[in-house]
T-cell receptor, first 113, second 117 residues
C-alpha cells in the first residue's frame, strides 16, 4: 500500500507555455501533499505544502503565481508551472502524508526549451 | 530552525561489507522523527528506516540499522552485507512532532553511496 503516482513522468515544453503535473495517492487519502524540486546531484527543496480544500503554503522564495498548486481532492494535487522558462527546468517530486510518513511519487522531469 | 547535516558527500563500499553513513541534526524540539531515505538512479525516493526520538531502542530493518544518539543529535545508518542494489543517494531527514504543526521534512544534502562488486 501507500503508492503515489505522478503524471507525466517527463515533459518538454516551449518557453512561455504552462505545464501541469499531477500527483495522486492511489490507495490512500492524503489531506496533505508536498511539492519538491530537485536539481542534479542535490537534495530535495520543498516548494510548498498542499492541503485539501485550502490554499497551499509556499516556502520562502517560491513564486506562488508561477507555481500554482491545487489540492482539489483527498487523492489529487496538481502543480502548474505557468509561463515556463528554461530556468524552471528541473525534477519535480510530490509526496503525500499518511500517518507519520511521507510517500513519494516517482518524479517528473520538466525540460523547457 | 532545524538543520540536518550529512558530512560525507560520497562513500563507497565493497559488496558484502558494512558501511555507516553519518547524520547530525540541530533542533530545540524534544519530540521528533528521524528518517533515512534512499534515492536510487531511478530517482524514486524510498523510505529505508524511521526512528522515533522518544524511543531509546535503535530501529532496525533487515540489513539496515541506525545508531541514534539523542544527546549528541546523531543518527547514523549502518548497512550490513552491502548489495549492488544499495547503490543510491541516501538522505537523512528530520520531522518535528508538534500538535497541529507542520509535517514538513527537513532533508540533509545527501550521501552518494556506491557499492562495488
Amino acid at each position: 500500500g501507500a503508492v503515489v503516482s505522478q503524471h507525466p513522468s517527463w515533459v518538454i515544453c516551449k518557453s512561455g507555455t504552462s505545464v501541469k503535473i499531477e500527483c495522486r495517492s492511489l490507495d490512500f487519502q492524503a489531506t496533505t501533499m508536498f511539492w519538491y524540486r530537485q536539481f542534479p546531484k542535490q537534495s530535495l527543496m520543498l516548494m510548498a505544502t498542499s492541503n485539501e480544500g485550502s490554499k497551499a503554503t509556499y516556502e520562502q522564495g517560491v513564486e506562488k503565481d508561477k507555481f500554482l498548486i491545487n489540492h482539489a481532492s483527498l487523492t489529487l494535487s496538481t502543480l502548474t508551472v505557468t509561463s515556463a522558462h528554461p530556468e524552471d527546468s528541473s525534477f519535480y517530486i510530490c509526496s503525500a502524508s499518511r500517518g507519520v510518513e511521507q510517500y513519494f511519487g516517482p518524479g517528473t522531469r520538466l525540460t523547457v526549451t | 530552525a532545524q538543520t540536518v547535516t550529512q558530512s560525507q558527500p560520497e562513500m563507497s563500499v565493497q559488496e558484502a561489507e558494512t558501511v555507516t553513513l553519518s547524520c547530525t541534526y540541530d533542533t530545540s524540539e524534544n519530540n521528533y522523527y528521524l528518517f533515512w531515505y534512499k534515492q536510487p538512479p531511478s530517482r524514486q525516493m524510498i523510505l529505508v528506516i524511521r526512528q522515533e526520538a522518544y524511543k531509546q531502542q535503535n530501529a532496525t530493518e533487515n540489513r539496515f540499522s541506525v545508531n541514534f544518539q539523542k544527546a549528541a543529535k546523531s543518527f547514523s545508518l549502518k548497512i550490513s552485507d552491502s548489495q549492488l542494489g544499495d547503490t543510491a543517494m541516501y538522505f537523512c531527514a528530520f520531522r518535528p512532532i508538534t500538535q497541529g504543526g507542520s509535517e514538513k521534512l527537513v532533508f540533509g544534502k545527501g550521501t552518494k553511496l556506491t557499492v562495488n562488486p
